[in-house]
């Protein structure tokens, strides 16, 4: 029997799925499709930005040289958040192509 993706239009709530305990482990990463806005703390966990950087060094200053390295498309200064890159399909950058699973969590 063949399994049935649902499609997940950024623009539509009524498309989104809302977590729970469990959902990954039959999940077709419809979510992973969609921009994910981090903080500058989650870059530092990632491993994108290093600590004393962030501490140190201006926030637009780390989306500068991010947006350069293409690791985030975009940087909101007035609320401080990042938005990741993806890959040109909308794949988020650390979803596995094969599994379409989390790489980092």
């Given at each position: 029997m063949?399994?049935?993706f649902?499609?997940v239009d950024v623009?539509?709530?009524?498309t989104?799925t809302?977590?729970?305990a ?6 077709a990463?419809n979510c ?11 870059l530092?966990?990632l ?19 991010l947006?350069k ?5 975009n ?13 040109a399909?909308g ?8 599994t379409?699973?989390c790489?980092?969590?």
């Amino acid at each position: 029997m063949a399994k049935v993706f649902s499609l997940v239009d950024v623009n539509r709530l009524n498309t989104w799925t809302r977590y729970r305990a469990g959902l990954c482990a039959s999940c077709a990463a419809n979510c992973c499709t969609m921009p994910l806005e981090v903080q500058l703390s989650d870059l530092v966990r990632l491993g994108l930005v290093d600590a004393f950087e962030a501490e140190h060094e201006e926030p637009r200053l780390i989306a500068r040289r991010l947006l350069k390295a293409r690791v985030v498309d975009n940087f909101h200064h007035k609320s401080g958040l990042f938005t990741l890159a993806r890959r040109a399909n909308g794949d988020c950058q650390y979803l596995h192509p094969d599994t379409r699973l989390c790489t980092v969590y």
